[in-house]
């Protein structure tokens, strides 16, 4: 018996390498969003200064998505798993209670400003001395908000 020869089978062509896609780049408003949770770590304790100031340098000149989720990545947590925020404290034990109000402006001329004890402060307060200075005592203050800001000149 004999075998009739088997007709011989196509090589498969290689494939050709494609390249990996590149990296999204990141905008500018994912890079505040990093920012802003890389801060609420900090206020946390999940951060020391030194590596909030690394990252938030970093953050700044990310180029790529990629970038920013890395740093990130061990900080971040799903708001969903994260649980509803308590509304009588914020980070540090400070009392929060949200809404308008509190100091906003401390101004001193010619003289001296003491702020101590219980106090309410605005979402955004600004500190001015002219040719004078304020002492500014944060331990018992009542924050208007979650992430409140200052500017003190002189």
């Known amino acids: 018996m004999t075998e009739a020869p088997t007709p011989p089978t196509p090589a498969t062509p290689p494939t050709p390498q494609v ?3 590149p990296d999204l780049r990141a905008s500018d408003a994912e890079r505040e969003q990093a920012v802003e949770i890389l ?13 909030l100031d690394g990252r ?4 700044y000149t990310a180029r790529t998505r990629r970038q920013l989720a890395v740093l990130i990545a061990d900080v971040s947590i799903d708001p969903a798993l994260e649980g509803p925020v308590s509304a009588g404290t914020g980070p540090g034990g400070l009392m929060v209670r949200e809404g308008p109000g509190g100091t ?3 101004v001193s001329i010619l003289g001296g ?3 101590r004890g219980h106090w309410r402060i605005a979402r955004t307060a600004t500190v001015l001395n002219v040719m004078g200075g304020s002492d500014i005592d944060l331990c018992q203050v009542e924050l208007s908000g979650r992430r409140p ?3 003190s000149t002189r």
């Open 19 to 21: 390249p990996p896609a």
């Open 113 to 115: 400003h003491d702020r």
């Open 39 to 51: 801060g609420r770590a900090a206020t946390d304790g999940r951060l020391s200064v030194d590596e």
């Open 104 to 106: 906003g402006w401390v």
């Open 149 to 151: 800001s200052s500017t």
């Open 56 to 59: 938030l340098t970093s953050a």
